[in-house]
């Protein structure tokens, strides 16, 4: 099992090559880009644990990228990768959400050191949900079914559970649609219809209707000119989280 998957984009070839082969080495499944318009594409990518972001780059400068980092997976740690007398880009990159910086030429203990700790303080990964009770009802994700104690089971399509598992796993936060492109469609969100979220958000809400009891409280709650939520009407089961 590798550590993580860590993203390298770095312009410098006898750099990256240094950096890729250390993460390598240590146990990281890594993949690398030689300038920002690539590198922002990989950064976005679901099932990244980590960003290693150089600032001067061709093609996308490293700080948009981090912008764009932000905006569509806002809890992403990124690591700044900077040279030395350039200051005022490493406290532009700080302020604008990056997790740390190192300032080349770095060692690769230094470098890793700096990655461990990074990952260190990410907060845990919220487990799995399996489970989610909804009113008197239970919803299975596994299984992708609504069951009801007076009623039939309910299927849900297989967006439907992975949207619901992904907005009860981030329940303490809104998500954006672009996020929720990016992550639950494994898409690049640039481009794409954020209607296409609506769409199904809208299906999933008509599906949990019936299932929720009229003083229950809403499953899934509009952000305004953001997103969705993980409503008070679901919750999860502490026993039963795995
Ligand atoms: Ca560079």
């Known amino acids: ?10 312009d410098e070839p006898a750099i990256r090559r240094g950096v890729v082969d250390a993460l390598r080495l240590t146990g990281y499944e890594v993949s690398e880009a030689a300038d920002g318009a690539i590198g922002q594409q ?10 290693l972001l150089d600032l001067l780059l061709p093609r996308k400068d490293g700080l948009e990228v981090l912008a764009e980092i932000r905006r569509v997976c806002p ?7 900077t040279a030395r007398g350039t200051e005022e880009d490493r406290v532009r990159g700080l302020k604008m959400g990056a997790d740390d910086y190192v300032v080349k030429p770095f060692s690769a203990r230094e470098l890793l050191a700096r990655v461990e700790a990074v990952l260190r ?6 487990p799995d949900v399996r489970i989610i009770k909804i009113g008197k009802g239970t919803i299975d994700l596994s299984r992708r079914e609504i069951r009801w104690p007076a009623a039939d ?5 297989e967006t439907e559970a992975l949207l619901l598992q992904y907005l009860v796993g ?7 649609r672009e996020e929720l492109l990016t992550r639950v469609w494994g898409v690049d969100a640039q481009g794409l219809e954020t209607r296409t979220v ?3 958000i809208a299906r999933l809400r008509a599906k949990l209707k019936e299932f929720t009891c009229e003083e229950s409280p809403e499953a899934i709650i509009t952000v305004r000119s953001h997103g969705y939520m993980a409503g008070p009407g679901l919750c999860v089961p502490v026993e039963k989280v795995t």
């Open 42 to 51: 990989l950064a976005v990518q679901a099932n990244v644990d980590l960003v």
């Open 1 to 10: 099992m590798p550590k993580g998957r860590i993203i390298v984009v770095e």
């Open 198 to 200: 609506d769409m199904h």
């Open 75 to 81: 809890t992403r740690p990124v690591i700044i990768l």
């Open 153 to 157: 089971r309910q299927e849900l399509s």
């Open 170 to 176: 981030n329940r303490t936060r809104a998500v954006s």
């Open 121 to 126: 303080r990410t907060l845990p990964r919220e």
